[in-house]
């Protein structure tokens, strides 16, 4: 079974600054899906990026990016000039290739950006 | 369009009562999803749907029947409502439409307490 596991369960920083979120999975599979979603106060899941594991190149949204290392099996965020409005939860998620499209969650970083 | 509706939004149960959650998706998606979100935990997958009249167990079944009746509506069950059910409930969807490895889209959660 695939697990994933965030190691970092709160984070804070300054607004403007650049803040990196980490994410680590186990699996067998060699090609999979990796998301980040964010869940802000208001509760709901909100896509932020996502990632194919069979794609070498990094994906990027805006001020949101990746460092996806499928060796390590890690999928960390970036996040560029960061904003109020980012103060969330934010949760990695993997899904395998094959099947009924199930993601399955880390626990979750709470990420503060502080004024 | 309002993509994935539950209802309700909240309600308090007493030990040993009845209900069921509705899931609504009018993007007319395939796939659907009920998760669980506990403190410390993410969100744990319960059952799930990969078409009209299917249903399949998740990672936490227990205590849960669902059904899927149309396409468009996924419910979830309990049927003798127990403390450890107190949660948050989402439901996602998502489509297989142009290829593997879609994001699932989320409703806005149902906050569920058993007393």
């Known amino acids: 079974a695939q697990t994933v596991t965030q190691s970092q369960p709160e984070m804070s920083v300054q607004e403007a600054e650049t803040v990196t979120l980490s994410c680590t999975y186990d699996t067998s599979e060699n090609n999979y899906y990796l998301f980040w979603y964010k869940q802000p106060p208001s509760r709901q899941m909100i896509l932020v990026i996502r990632q194919e594991a069979y794609k070498q190149q990094n994906a990027t949204e805006n001020r949101f990016s990746v460092n996806f290392q499928k060796a390590a099996k890690s999928f960390s965020l970036k996040i560029s000039d960061s904003q109020l409005g980012d103060t969330a939860m934010y949760f990695c998620?993997?899904?395998?290739?094959?099947?009924?499209?199930?993601?399955?969650f880390g626990q979750g970083t709470r990420l503060t950006i502080n004024p | 369009n309002a993509g994935v509706t539950q209802t309700p939004k909240f309600r308090v149960l007493k030990t040993g009562q009845s209900m069921t959650l509705l899931c609504a998706q009018d993007m007319n998606h395939e796939y659907m999803y009920w998760y669980r979100q506990d403190p410390g935990m993410g969100l744990r997958l319960i059952h799930y749907?990969?078409?009209?009249?299917?249903?399949a167990k998740g990672e936490v079944p227990d205590g849960y029947n669902v059904s899927r009746l149309k396409k468009q509506n996924f419910l979830l069950g309990l049927e003798s409502a127990a403390p450890s059910q107190t949660s948050v409930y989402f439901c996602?969807?998502?489509?297989?439409?142009?290829?593997?490895?879609?994001?699932?889209?989320f409703g806005d959660g149902t906050r569920l307490s058993i007393l």
């Open positions: 749907s990969v078409g009209e009249g299917t249903t």
């Open positions: 998620a993997f899904m395998k290739h094959v099947g009924a499209q199930k993601l399955v």
């Open positions: 996602a969807s998502s489509y297989e439409g142009t290829g593997k490895g879609q994001p699932q889209h």
